[in-house]
């Protein structure tokens, strides 16, 4: 199992249809796709990281409420 470390930050986010979209105090922006018991980390341009590591930036839902 992997763990992930998430750095503390403050800021705001907004969802429009699946696509979450957070934005830190400074500015900067990160994009999510909202799915089905996971999250997708996108890149800048909203799309799916592809490669090798595309598994690393998938986070699974690890218990249904």
Known sequence: QRQMCIRDRTGTFKVEGNILTATSKNGEKSYYKV???RIVILDADKQPITG???DMYVLKQE???
Do not use: D, I, P
Request: hydrophobic letters at 55%; proline letters at 0%; aromatic letters at 12%.
């Open 52 to 54: 090798a590591l595309a």
């Open 35 to 37: 799915e089905e018991g």
């Open 63 to 65: 218990k249904v409420f």
